[in-house]
């Protein structure tokens, strides 16, 4: 059965500043997507980027990017320029053949003005 | 506006008193599921369905029911509600087959339940 792991309960982050939320992820499987959520004081999940795993390029949307390192079998979301509307839970998630999502635990992001 | 729609949004009841969360997609959707979420354990799925009259345990499907009878509605029912099943459920919807795993899932907006 796979397992993700984010080993990071909370972070905290100035705002303008950079942070690094890390996602380690258990498979046998070759062809998978990944996931980031982020979940804000709404409770709703929002999905912020994903990575299919046969693409090498790190995955990118705005603010956010990806280090994957699938030998490693490690995910970490990169925020740059840290906005204080990006304090949420954040969630990272592997999806397989069977279509399921298995989740980390999530880390808490802080940011401080 | 493509959406899932889940209701209640907030539930607080009684034990043994039963009880379905309705879910609904406008997506077309093949693959539904359930999902609670509990503070430190992260979102854990209850119930998937692959399609109309097809569905399957997930991790945690003890004390639930799911039924699959219309492609667009994936209720879920707790036939005798315990304390252990407060919790925050979400339903997710995707689409199957435009490639096997690529489809992110859209998540409704969560229902809180309190079983007292």
Redesign the interface.
Known sequence: AQT?TQSQ?EMSVQEAETVTLSCTYDTSES???L?WYKQPPS???I?VI?Q?AYKQQNATENRFSVNFQKAAKSFSLKISDSQLGDAAMY?C?Y???N????????TLLTVNP | EAQVTQNPRYLITVTGKKLTVTCSQNMNHEYMSWYRQDPGLGLRQIYYSMNVEVTDKGDVPEGYKVSRKEKRNFPLILESPSPNQTSLYFCASSPRWRSLVADEQYFGPGTRLTVT
């Open positions: 993700v309960p062809d998978y997507y996931f409770r709703q999940m999905l994903r299919e969630f998630a999806r397989g053949s279509y399921k999502l298995t989740f980390g635990k999530g």
